[in-house]
């Protein structure tokens, strides 16, 4: 029997996330919003925005690269289609050496995901589970 192990360096995908929630979080302010921390309340988002009656739901997923590529869980899926209008997928890219972020908002027209600076970049869903399976 051949062992096989994923390796994830735990504490560098740390330091990304921990960037990426800095990067967004300062964003969102120079924007005007009011920002709370909902990352340890598993609400299927981890930032409230909130500016006047405007409530923003951000999700924050951070990447060391430049490439979009991100796993979104069912809660956070189940909550981004639930409340379309309020919910901001915010990717990260480069999120150590040079953020950048791309914010995906639902665009009601092309019933799609759209980047909200560029809206020929669409957000693609794959309703694929995935799982790990290994021998211990």
Same mark, same amino acid.
């Given at each position: 029997?051949? !062992?096989?192990?994923?390796?994830?360096?735990?504490?560098?995908?740390? !330091?990304v996330e921990e960037a990426a929630i800095k990067h967004v979080t300062s964003e969102y302010k120079k924007r005007g919003y009011n920002i709370t921390s909902r990352e340890k309340? @598993? #609400? $299927?988002?981890? #930032?409230?925005?909130? =500016? $006047? @009656? %405007?409530?923003? !739901?951000l999700e924050v997923k951070g990447l060391a690269s430049d490439t979009i590529s991100v796993h979104v869980?069912? =809660?956070?899926?189940? !909550?981004m289609m639930h409340d379309k209008?309020?919910?901001r997928?915010?990717?990260? %890219?480069?999120? %150590?050496? =040079?953020?950048?972020?791309?914010?995906? %908002?639902?665009d009601?027209?092309?019933?799609?995901?759209?980047?909200?600076?560029d809206s020929t970049i669409v957000l693609s869903i794959d309703m694929k589970p995935s799982y790990i399976a290994c021998v211990k």
């Open positions: 029997v051949v !062992k096989f192990q994923v390796k994830v360096d735990t504490e560098a995908r740390k !330091k309340d @598993n #609400l $299927g988002w981890d #930032l409230d925005a909130i =500016n $006047g @009656n %405007i409530h923003l !739901k869980t069912s =809660n956070e899926y189940e !909550k209008k309020n919910y997928l915010c990717v990260v %890219i480069n999120a %150590i050496k =040079n953020p950048q972020m791309v914010v995906f %908002i639902w009601n027209f092309s019933k799609q995901w759209l980047s909200e600076d």
